[in-house]
């Protein structure tokens, strides 16, 4: 599309809006932006220096005239202004898509799934830094706007640079013709019940990610996922497969005598990886896969994996005192990653939970409690959560007083894990804020 002299409008300011409208601003294109919050000081200003109307979320917007609309990922699709805008046929994309229409060919590598993305994504973007140094970049969902990506390295005039890219499901429901080398759905589990609208949305919304594939593509088919089978089978893949398990050994990239095999060549010894949770060496295969099938060698990929110690917020070690473990897991914001933590410990676990209500169902993750010797509820949903789970939680309403409540409760031995289940925001900005709180108050015990 050519976006000079057209009429844009970007709902949603925050980092990713603020890229797309520096990169559409560099496009020629006329903008304006809906948002509901008031811009600070520093960002009306620039906005304004460029000519952006700034306007509110009143259905009145809706109903000017627009050629594209650039959504942040932030403005779920089921709101009356999205499905506005939907029944007037007004194109709406996000700024991945923008990012990508506008770029050179470039080597994407597009991770998704319910859990382990940012462990997946930082870890591929490692091996991709030692492969091919500057020609690699991180960004997405992890941090970092395409957009902002394309304006840094000059990726409109240049080819050829490897993207490691983490796509949420909000960022996959408006592509056009995004179209990724190599592509992944990690997992499917319940989460985005109240921005989707229904769980089969949300899944099918995963299925994006490989929309545009074609033969010369590769999608990583995780054969472990009863609900990957399902949507891939009701959404079929146009491009080539290779399968990977941790449970059998009849798939392209499996476990074998100790080693990670990646088309029967033993790649990886599974003790280099120092990230705790069988789900970290699944995460692991899914980026040594990809990594072989980009030409990395074997060689470099042992020494990048073992100087590998994860990401902040997902399993993150804070420290111990008088004997006591404490683990900062704030990305656990939906019941399948506290699952996926919990099953990380054997015993001993104080955990914490509760956060914003996005109505999660806690069936399933009572099943998976034999390590927790005691939940402590905290926020909007701490209560309920909590309570949900087991029949004598302690309930309080701020994080603080979660964690003091955990160290009198802990012995020497226990592990203190705060892995929520559900998203921060009804105290906090996003999961960053709250888990850099976390490891305040632990690190000021």
């Known amino acids: 599309m050519e976006y000079t002299n057209k009429n844009v409008l970007v709902i949603g300011l925050a980092r990713s809006g603020m890229a797309a409208i520096r990169l559409l601003h560099r496009l020629g ?51 009356p202004i999205v499905k506005r805008l939907e029944e007037r046929k007004i194109p709406i994309i996000t700024e991945i ?22 462990t997946t994504t930082s870890l591929m973007y490692e091996l991709l830094k030692t492969a091919y140094g500057d020609k690699a970049h991180v960004g997405g969902n992890i941090g970092t706007p395409l957009c902002e990506l394309v304006m840094e390295y000059n990726l409109m005039e240049e080819e050829g640079h490897y993207i490691s890219l983490e796509i949420s499901n909000h960022q996959l429901v408006d592509i056009d013709t995004f179209r990724p080398e190599i592509a992944v759905i990690i997992n499917l589990t319940p989460d985005h019940l109240e921005t989707m609208g229904s769980l089969d949305a949300y899944y099918r919304s995963k299925t994006e990610v490989y929309r545009n594939m074609k033969d010369g ?58 990230l705790v949770g069988k789900h970290n ?80 169902d806690m069936t399933e993750m009572r099943k998976h409690l034999r390590c927790v010797k005691k939940i402590i509820g905290f926020g909007q949903s701490g209560r309920r959560i909590a309570s949900d789970l087991c029949d004598d939680p302690i309930i309080v309403t701020t994080l603080d007083e979660a964690v003091h409540e955990a160290e009198k409760v802990a012995v020497p031995g226990d592990t203190v894990l705060l892995s ?18 976390f490891k305040e108050i632990v690190n000021a015990l």
């Open 29 to 79: 294109a006329g903008i304006t932006l809906s948002e509901r919050k008031e811009p600070n000081k520093e960002e009306r200003e620039y906005l304004e220096s460029i000519g952006v109307e700034i306007v509110d979320q009143e259905m009145s917007v809706f109903e000017r005239d627009f050629d594209l609309v650039v959504k942040n990922p932030g403005v779920p699709p089921v709101s």
């Open 97 to 118: 898509e923008l990012a990508y229409q506008v770029c050179k060919p470039q080597h994407y590598i597009a991770i998704t799934g319910t859990n382990g993305k940012t």
């Open 217 to 274: 593509d590769v999608f990583l088919y995780n054969a472990d996922d009863p609900i990957v089978k399902e949507y891939t089978e009701k959404y079929p893949i146009h491009c080539q497969i290779r399968t990977f398990s941790l449970k059998t050994q009849d798939t392209d990239s499996f476990l074998k005598d100790g080693y990670i095999y990646v088309n029967g060549e033993a790649v990886l010894p599974v003790n280099k990886i120092s």
């Open 420 to 437: 929520p289940t559900t998203s921060s925001f009804d105290q906090y900005s996003g999961y960053e804020e709250r888990g850099r709180h």
């Open 281 to 360: 060496i699944q995460n692991v295969m899914i980026a040594v896969t990809a990594a072989r099938l980009l030409g990395i060698s074997n060689e470099d990929i042992v020494r990048t994996i073992e100087a590998f110690k994860g990401v902040e917020h997902r399993i993150e070690f804070v420290r111990e005192r008088n004997g006591v473990r404490y683990y900062n897991d704030s990305k656990g914001t939906n019941t399948d990653a506290t699952i996926t933590a919990l099953d990380s410990f054997e015993k001993g676990v104080i955990l914490l939970v509760g956060g914003y209500e996005k109505g999660l």
